[in-house]
Nanobody, 122 residues
Framework: VQLVESGGGLVQAGGSLRLSCVLSGRTFSGLVMGWFRQAPGKEREFVVCISGSGSRTDYSGSVKGRFTMSRDNAKNTVYLQMSSLRPEDTAVYYC????????????????WGQGTQVTVSS
């Protein structure tokens, strides 16, 4: 299984970015997908996850109302639309896949991408 993220970059505070993550090597629609992020010197933290059908999402409090996760099962792709970005959103963003139920725990996710850097300048 391979996960490849893209779409990171440098943006000013208040701006937007859209991350993408493509999965290969496994049936996509049966997997819960999640986004995590890790800032320098901090632990990797949960951002959002989405059910296999895409009908349910669960956001962390720090991004709720600003970020939107979606998926396109025909393209084996998930997206993270990030708006109203803040300097504290600066981190490496990781896409992850799980065969378990929706969860915010890192341990529930078995497959991880290499990460994409998001930098928000003030």
């Amino acid at each position: 299984v391979q996960l490849v993220e893209s779409g990171g970059g440098l943006v000013q505070a208040g701006g937007s970015l859209r991350l993408s993550c493509v999965l290969s090597g496994r049936t996509f629609s049966g997997l819960v997908m999640g986004w995590f992020r890790q800032a320098p010197g901090k632990e990797r933290e949960f951002v959002v996850c989405i059910s296999g059908s895409g009908s349910r999402t669960d956001y962390s409090g720090s991004v709720k109302g600003r970020f939107t996760m979606s998926r396109d099962n025909a393209k084996n792709t998930v997206y993270l639309q990030m708006s109203s970005l803040r300097p504290e959103d600066t981190a490496v963003y990781y896409c992850a896949a799980s065969t378990e139920n929706m969860s915010s725990r890192r341990e529930a996710y078995h497959y991880w991408g290499q990460g994409t850097q998001v930098t928000v300048s003030s």
